[in-house]
């Protein structure tokens, strides 16, 4: 525990804090609606997709409680686009900062990242929300729910470790990561129930994280029906199961590496 | 591989000094067009890496050492490295060469008021500041009513931030500043912000600093004050120490390497931008901006507009503190031209730089026609082989 009473000294604990309650401050400041914001942008995106594929073009597929399926789905990517994109550009934001006082660069990209959670945390109250409207009966397997999110808040980490970092020096990222988020909101199973689509793609498809905890989080939180896939159900008691979590352990390793590799020169490359 | 710098964070009590650097060198790797982008790195990549990049090296080969309780001056032109220096010695920037090795907690207001958000409140940036000093939130709370009484701003500190004067930011950033309890305290250029009444805060500050026997590095270009209250100094220039020693002998040094340079830039007098014309010269009439101690400085000025009954010619420090300022009205002289006026006065002034402020005037000083509200610098430098003693000016005086 050494390490860590080092790195979560009291010192940074309070800067920390102090970081996320500056950020909270700033980013709704100005508007009429404020905080509330952050759970109405995720339920008003919701309310144009379910009407769209749940009432229009019925890409659920017959499966029960599709509505709570679809904003899971919405709720989870939120999380992992917010946090990346947002981490992205906070060293470069926090230039100020950087350049004149030498506090643990890490701690930037962390308070950006607590930040998402603290939405996730707002937004995952109101997926209970809809589950009690619903209907939805409470599974045992919602205790997976809590390992999942560690998992993809961990892989979300790594990736905006690396992309922090990295952004300094090239500034094109930003557009890049954009596009890259663009064409994730497609190809991972969001709008539509996976059943739809052939089984050899939906192996493919689980083998990305996001995808992976996505259904995951379905499975135990909103329904055990047959036609929603998870990794598990696809590959049956194959190895490959295994590939996302290594996709997540070496993702983060390599973020942390390359943001420790990198943090000496940010001061100087800004 | 090449060798490279390294920083230490030591806490050893025993030890007397509290900072080592040992060979230091800093290079910066300046792109002679910035890249950016992933295209701009392709592009150099296929090109063979760095060619588009120039080496700089800003600090060479520097050692040196401060003792624990020094108050210890670093001086030098801008661009010397000092800010570089400072910056290291912080743990901002990682040396390129060489050891340092800093013997305790050291703060590091490299600025006053680092991390201040225009759009927070007064308050609110008392903790985010607090909390970037090392402070815990409920150790901010018992501090905050004697950081804002003592910035003297109670009444706006539920405004935000981008209401507040410059003035206001400066005291409130400094109020905080003060608080930290670090072994080492870092202070760079605290001095060239804020007004009179703002750096005798400042200095009683240092007083207090002195008299705790803290260690503090203080970067200035004011001599007076390396004079005043360091008990070592160093003066950089073009990245190598040039003279490390009592701070009377860097002070001087420094003024005279700064009078050298003034002397080889060729004086042109900026009268075009003034509302009148005005020329300082030395007591042969030769133009110049630099005066040793007790010379005579010769002010000519001649102006264009009619009706002009009277003038003013006031003597200020660089920083603004008001020295001196006759008119020709309180002194009752009546102007011999219309259009054109001479003054002299011997400048028994302390070394450091002066600016005049001139005006023209009507029936009486309240009645200013034209204003100069900054007009030509001059230095005055001192020669110590003839006693020293402290302040703006001499003054008679005798001890019984």
């Keep these: 525990m050494g390490l860590f009473n080092r790195v979560f000294s009291k010192k940074n604990r309070a800067l920390l804090a102090e970081l996320v309650r500056t950020d909270f401050k700033l980013r709704y400041q100005g508007s009429v609606l404020g905080y509330a914001w952050s759970v109405l942008r995720p339920l008003l995106l919701f309310g144009i997709l379910y009407v769209i594929f749940a009432l229009v073009i019925k890409s659920g597929d017959g499966i029960p409680h599709f509505p709570v399926y679809l904003l899971l789905g919405i709720v989870l990517w939120t999380f992992f686009t917010d946090m990346t994109s947002q981490s992205l550009g906070s060293i470069v934001g926090r230039g100020d900062l950087i350049r004149k006082i030498s506090i643990p660069r890490w701690i930037i990209v962390f308070s950006s990242s607590i930040l998402a959670l603290i939405n996730l945390g707002l937004n995952m109250i109101v997926v209970a929300i809809v589950m009690l409207i619903n209907g939805v009966p409470l599974m045992q397997t919602i205790v997976f729910i809590p390992l999942l999110l560690i998992e993809l808040y961990i892989f979300a980490l790594g990736i905006s470790l690396f992309l922090s970092a990295a952004f300094v020096k090239f500034r094109d990222l930003g557009f890049i990561w954009e596009v890259i988020v663009q064409m994730g909101f497609y190809l991972t199973p969001i709008l539509y129930a996976m059943s739809i689509i052939p089984v050899r793609f939906q192996k493919l498809q689980l083998l990305n994280p996001v995808a992976q905890v996505m259904q995951d989080a379905r499975y135990s939180l909103v329904s055990h029906h047959e036609k929603v896939v998870t990794i598990w159900r696809v590959f049956g008691g194959d190895w490959y199961v295994l590939i996302p979590f290594v996709i997540v352990a070496i993702t983060f390793v390599v973020g942390l590496m390359y943001f420790r590799n990198q943090q000496d020169s940010f001061a100087e490359n800004l | ?400």
Excluded at chain 2, 187 to 197: F, H, N, R, Y
Excluded at chain 2, 232 to 248: D, N, R, S, V
Excluded at chain 2, 331 to 339: A, V
Excluded at chain 2, 346 to 357: M, V
Aim: with cysteine.
């Design chain 2, 1 to 400: 591989m090449k060798d490279t710098g390294k920083r230490l964070q030591a806490e050893d009590s025993d030890s007397s000094v509290a900072i080592k650097v040992e060979h230091v060198s800093k290079t910066f790797r300046l792109p002679h067009n910035r890249q950016n982008s992933l295209k701009g790195s392709f592009i150099n990549l296929f090109r063979g890496g760095d060619r588009t990049f120039e080496k700089q090296e800003v600090l060479k080969n520097v050692s040196f050492e401060i003792k624990k309780g020094e108050f210890f001056g670093i001086v030098g032109r801008n661009g010397s490295g000092k800010s570089t220096l400072l910056k290291m010695l912080a743990g901002i920037y990682k040396p390129t060469k060489g050891m340092i090795t800093v013997n305790g907690s050291l703060t590091p207001f490299i600025e006053l008021g680092v991390g201040f958000n225009p759009e927070l409140t007064g308050r609110e940036n008392v903790y985010l500041n607090g909390a970037l000093l090392g402070f815990s939130r409920p150790e901010i709370d018992a501090m905050y009513d004697d950081i804002v009484a003592f910035s003297e701003i109670e009444r706006f500190m539920d405004q935000r931030l981008k209401n507040y004067s410059s003035g206001m930011q400066v005291r409130l950033a400094f109020s905080i500043a003060i608080r930290a309890r670090s072994d080492i305290l870092v202070l760079d250029e605290v001095l060239a912000v804020g007004d009179e009444a703002f750096q005798r805060k400042c200095f009683s500050y240092f007083d207090r600093l002195k008299r705790e026997k803290r260690t503090v590095i203080l970067v200035t270009h004011d001599m007076s004050t390396v004079e005043r209250f360091c008990t070592k100094a160093m003066f950089i220039e073009e990245g190598k120490i040039l003279l490390e020693g009592k701070p009377h002998l860097v002070a001087a040094a420094y003024s005279r390497s700064n009078d050298k340079t003034d002397e080889s830039t060729s004086y042109q007098s900026p009268k075009q931008q003034y509302p009148f014309d005005i020329w300082v010269r030395d007591s042969a009439g030769k133009e110049t901006k630099s005066f040793a101690y007790g010379n005579k400085m010769v002010v000519e000025l001649s102006w264009k507009k009619p009706d002009v009954r009277h003038i003013g010619l006031a003597i200020f420090r660089a920083n603004g503190e008001y020295v001196f300022g006759p008119n020709t009205y309180q002194d009752s002289y009546s102007l011999k031209d219309s259009n054109k006026a001479t003054y002299t006065v011997d400048l028994n002034l302390n070394e450091g730089e002066y600016f005049l402020k001139a005006a023209t005037m009507g029936e009486n000083d309240n009645n200013i026609i034209e204003f100069i509200e900054e007009g030509p610098h001059f230095k005055v430098t001192r020669d110590y082989d003839s006693g020293r003693w402290g302040g703006v000016t001499k003054l008679d005086h005798e001890w019984l």
